[in-house]
Nanobody, 117 residues
Framework: VQLQASGGGLVQAGGSLRLSCAASGNTFSINAMGWFRQASGERREFVAAITNSGSTNYADSLKGRFTISRDNAKNTVYLQMNSLKPEDTAVYYC????????????WGQGTLVTVSS
């Protein structure tokens, strides 16, 4: 499985960005996709996830500003980020999960989001 993330960039505080992550290859085992982020010098942290059936989960601190969605026909997951803050600056990584009995999760290459104050 290959994950191609896009949509990062520079935005002013209060602005919005939408990230996309397209999955390709043998995706039959993928049961959820999501986003993590890692700020400089920090640990990678969970942002949001969505299952194949559409159930969503968010980091508590991001609820209300970030929205995850997916297009199953395109094997693509989106992250709509609104009211961005400088502390949202990070590399955002796409993640595709599968049952551990099959294998570990897949990771995309990351896309940088920079929010200026």
């Amino acid at each position: 499985v290959q994950l191609q993330a896009s949509g990062g960039g520079l935005v002013q505080a209060g602005g919005s960005l939408r990230l996309s992550c397209a999955a390709s290859g043998n995706t039959f085992s993928i049961n959820a996709m999501g986003w993590f982020r890692q700020a400089s010098g920090e640990r990678r942290e969970f942002v949001a996830a969505i299952t194949n059936s559409g159930s969503t989960n968010y980091a508590d601190s991001l609820k209300g500003r970030f929205t995850i969605s997916r297009d199953n026909a395109k094997n693509t997951v989106y992250l709509q980020m609104n009211s961005l803050k400088p502390e949202d600056t990070a590399v955002y990584y796409c993640n595709a999960d599968q049952p551990r009995t099959i294998g570990p999760p897949y990771w995309g290459q990351g896309t940088l989001v920079t929010v200026s104050s």
